[in-house]
């Protein structure tokens, strides 16, 4: 029997239909291997996980929010869903192993690869943060590299065995730092002690504002491997500042959107979710049309006829 893969997401109140459609995205390419997904909600009541478990993907949802009532209140600098973040190894006393994944990411092929890797004393698995590091955000922890926190393959045993749950909240003195603040906390605290994989597994598209040469210097990894990862990654970050689920017009759209519409016809969901997408007509008419913003009214002539295109608002 192969292993189980466990997948862990933390979902607030804007963060639902984001959770749900990296979820959607693992149910899609993978119908063989077992996935235990969990949804940890930070202010979130409503389970709209749970139903869209498959044969082979068992999706359970948690709410936890008393048992972090009282710690909340003494880490004001810290969100709520950080602090869970911080205490996943005591949260899954009984794992050794799980997959952390940010909810803006969607995934495009099996993770069984990627969950596989041999941790062996390392505290996680996780992807260098390019942009983090040029700003030089390593520097001032005296690291020589800086990682990634929305992807963390985490080894949960040794992360118990060396009290780093506390340490991750003890962290909170450094909140002068303020930036990436629970992203710094794991830097911090994991230190060196991580395994560095490829940026497949966590592509940070919108934080990859360097040239393809530059890139892939930096992964170490040639040009043309480089394109194949920045085409179709095993997992996408979908870290532009402006995310697709608020507006169609950001490069990660496209992808994002193969499994939002999945997830807008998975009739287990039970309610139905608007298309984000433009219509056919309104692509022939944009296609036509001289003027390229996307939320105005359109007025324009062919051949001859004036013709008035008003586009949905963007949810
Ligand atoms: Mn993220």
Known sequence: MSEVIRVVFICDAK?????????QSIICNDK???????????????DVFSRLSTKNIKISFMSLQDKYQSLNAKHLYVSKAALFKFDLA?????FDKILYLDSDMVVNRSLKELYQTDLSDKYA???KDMAGEKAGHHTKMNHQSYFNSGMMLLNLKNLRQDGIPAKLLEYKKHEVWKSFMDQDAFNFVFGE???YVSPDYNLMYGNLTFSLEEIAVYFECSMSEMVRLLKKPCILHLTNRIKPWDDIRVSTFKNWNV???KLRHNKKLGYRLPRKDL???QKTCLFFSSE???DKRYVFNIFGFKIKVKHRPLP
């Open 15 to 23: 963060y639902v239909l984001p959770t749900q459609t990296a979820i």
């Open 32 to 46: 063989k291997n077992l996935y235990e997904i969990f949804v940890l909600g930070v202010d979130v009541e409503n």
């Open 90 to 94: 005591e949260i899954f006393k009984d």
């Open 125 to 127: 698995a996780v992807v």
């Open 193 to 195: 002690k991580v395994l």
């Open 259 to 261: 499994y939002y519409e």
């Open 279 to 281: 219509t056919l007509f």
């Open 292 to 294: 390229k913003a996307l």
